[in-house]
């Protein structure tokens, strides 16, 4: 207990330096919470398991004359052998599985155990004979020192030693050498806590420790920091979220005792509610958000896509030339959209294929419900919009639909709507709907080769997508013109198709992932195309500033009403940031910036591409060379935008 108490402490203290002394003890306390019986019970095993064992007594055994223990030189060259080879052969196996059969789950999970289990029995089978071989070897060298008149260095507390600084050696070598640089985006900075909890536990338990007068200490100081944790979520809320948010360790023990959403709505909505401007509408709203919609396959841009629902709005609104995604995939963009921040600002934790955005935020349909709104949501999926999946992304929505077929999703948002425009009186409405057909063009299976066939499957994907969206807009056709909602139709991002090598998404910026529509109609919004540089993290303050409310302060976006609306002339230097975050699937390092007609990207590794998209929109010639000064302008910017991601949103 002593060891484990004092292991929570000087771990929960790493992870919560750079915290504030209020944080830093909850922080310490939350993490005594999920790690404190871990590190007891863990350690009462081990005790247990030595004890048992008896491997004093064991090594005792393989001492031989004149003290030198060969045989146990043998069974750690052994175990770290063992260990290397069972290690290499797991990976082949996965490997070899995932050529053959796409790593299917199922498989893996029945061949995998049959791959441990016959490396297990050959290393068995030959551990004997492997042991004494290198016995051997070490007792001959042994002998030539000790005839020399030298003592043995075969002795077992010097093997123990050397044998474990040798294992340990081996493998920070493999981990730094090998295996991290190829984990790609996975993140291991989360395992330094643990270990140092590990370590300091395992220091604990030695003999010379002072239990009693350290056991008061930490022991003290640690029920002190659970009960302070503990309280902290009573009285002060607010930091339990913002824990949740910044320590990864004390915030999963926020998840493991507390509901963060429940946490959250104690939160009053009235704490969100925008400042109306005075005189000032406020008109339904209609946000289709349709996965992987790439711009250039779409009637408005010149695509061939039958799509008569959003070639209709193109005709009757206003057609942004230029809109950029914020980032390549959908659990970047979507929360960069509907919260107002640039992608590489947006904090919380991949769960699945979504991202649980961090509770701090406040969310495009939570900014209108309490400005009045009723709002409500038909989403695909679960994954992302599901209570199970708790990312967040639906907070605000007092009406959630989620159904992964679109067709029936359409038909669920169609019947909803029809129901409400029968009654009366009614609040304003906000409806934001998320298409998924475009994401599954391929249905499973390999992108075809040939670029046609490639073009037919996903423009096919996108007249269904282009239904769902008739369904949407159909039940609003009985109003007057001055009484029809603001219908939006964007995307999270585009699909490279083959473009530069790529045949889906969440691989590079180039216009084919990036490049989204971005349509607008209703009242007041005149028939225009716009050629200014937008970027889709301006949606939540053009949307709350349509809606009738002063667009929010302090927000990386910025509201396109003016614009939209005929107020102000289109600028030719408007501006765009995007960004690949690292994570589970994306290896990230790369970022984009783009200004009126010019576009900068970046990787971290020094790579460096301009592009004039208006002049050459399938980015084939690289122009960075012949334009070193828009170079340095654009990339002057860009670090700007990445040197932002230091600074918190919640500052």
């Not at 830093?24 to 871990?38: D, E, I, K, N, R």
């Not at 750690?76 to 789950?105: I, K, P, Q, R, S």
């Not at 709005?313 to 959209?337: C, H, K, Q, Y």
């Not at 979504?354 to 038909?378: I, K, Q, W």
Request: hydrophobic share 45%; charged share 20%.
């Amino acid at each position: 207990m002593v060891a484990a108490c004092a292991s929570v402490l000087i771990a929960g203290l790493v992870e919560g330096l750079s915290a504030g002394v209020a944080e830093t003890v909850a922080t310490v306390g939350f993490f005594a919470v999920l790690a404190l019986p871990v590190l007891f019970v863990g350690g009462l095993v081990v005790r247990g398991l030595l004890t048992a064992w008896q491997p004093r007594t064991l090594i005792d055994r393989l001492v031989e004359e004149g003290g030198g223990a060969p045989r146990l030189v043998g069974w750690f060259a052994l175990f770290a052998l063992a260990c290397g080879v069972l290690a290499v052969a797991m990976f082949c196996g996965t490997w070899m599985l995932a050529d053959g059969n796409e790593l299917h789950a199922m498989t893996v999970s029945f061949v995998a155990p049959v791959i441990a289990i016959a490396c297990a029995v050959v290393l068995l089978a030959i551990s004997r004979p492997a042991v004494a071989a290198i016995a051997h070897l070490a007792r001959k060298l042994d002998q030539g020192r000790r005839r020399r008149g030298r003592s043995t260095l075969l002795r077992p507390r010097a093997i123990v030693l050397v044998g474990s600084i040798t294992i340990a050696l081996i493998t920070a070598v493999a981990w730094f050498g090998f295996v991290k640089p190829r984990l790609g985006p996975f993140d291991t900075s989360i395992v330094y806590a643990p270990l140092l909890a590990l370590v300091i536990a395992i220091a604990g338990h030695h003999p010379r420790f002072h239990r009693r007068l350290v056991g008061a200490i930490t022991g003290g100081l640690a029920l002190s920091t659970i009960a302070v944790a503990l309280i902290v979520r009573i009285t002060w809320p607010s930091l339990a979220i913002e824990i949740w948010g910044d320590r990864p360790l004390a915030g999963a023990a926020v998840d493991a005792l507390y509901d963060i959403d429940e946490i959250r709505a104690d939160i009053s909505l009235a704490e969100f509610r925008p400042v109306g401007r005075p005189g000032a509408a406020h008109p339904d709203i209609v946000l289709v958000t349709i996965d992987s919609l790439r711009a250039t396959q779409t009637p408005p841009y010149g695509g061939h896509a039958v799509m008569p629902a959003l070639a209709g709005l193109g005709e009757r609104g206003t057609v942004f030339d230029w809109a950029f995604a914020p980032s390549n995939v959908t659990r970047r963009s979507i929360p960069s959209m509907v919260i107002g921040y640039a992608p590489n600002r947006i904090r919380g934790r991949v769960v699945g294929w979504a991202l649980r955005v961090d509770p701090r935020f406040v969310l495009l349909p939570e900014r209108l419900a309490a400005g009045g709104y009723e709002t409500a949501g038909f989403m695909c999926c679960a994954g992302f919009w599901g209570p199970e999946a708790r990312t967040g992304l639906g907070r605000g929505l007092q009406h959630v639909e989620i159904e992964h077929d679109g067709k029936q999703l359409g038909e669920a948002a169609r019947a909803w709507i029809d129901a409400r425009e029968m009654t009366t009186p009614r609040r304003p409405l906000f409806v934001w709907v998320h298409v998924l057909e475009p994401h599954n063009w391929t249905h499973g299976g390999n992108a075809p080769n040939n670029r046609e066939t490639r073009e037919q499957l996903y423009n096919r994907a996108l007249s269904q997508a282009d239904a769902i969206l008739a369904d949407v807009i159909r039940p609003f056709a009985r109003r007057a013109p001055e009484q029809a909602p603001i219908m939006i139709v964007t995307a999270d991002h585009g699909e490279a198709l083959g473009d530069h090598g790529q045949p889906f998404h969440s691989t590079d910026l180039y216009n084919s992932q990036l490049r989204v529509p971005f349509v607008i109609m209703g009242p007041g919004i005149p028939v225009a195309r716009i050629s200014e540089t937008v970027s889709l993290t301006d949606l939540t303050p053009t949307i709350v500033e349509l809606a009738g409310f002063q667009a929010p302060a302090k927000l990386d976006g910025r509201s396109l009403a003016d614009v939209i609306t005929g107020k102000r002339a289109s600028h030719e230097t408007g501006t765009a940031f995007a960004a690949m975050i690292k994570d589970r699937s994306n290896p990230g390092g790369i970022s984009a910036f783009v200004k009126g007609k010019w576009k900068l990207i970046a990787s971290e590794t020094g790579g460096t591409e301009l592009y004039d998209v208006h002049a050459d929109p399938d980015e084939r010639t690289n122009v960075a060379a012949q334009h070193p000064d828009l170079v340095h302008e654009l990339g002057t910017l860009l670090e700007a935008k990445l040197s932002a991601s230091r600074v918190s949103p919640f500052d």
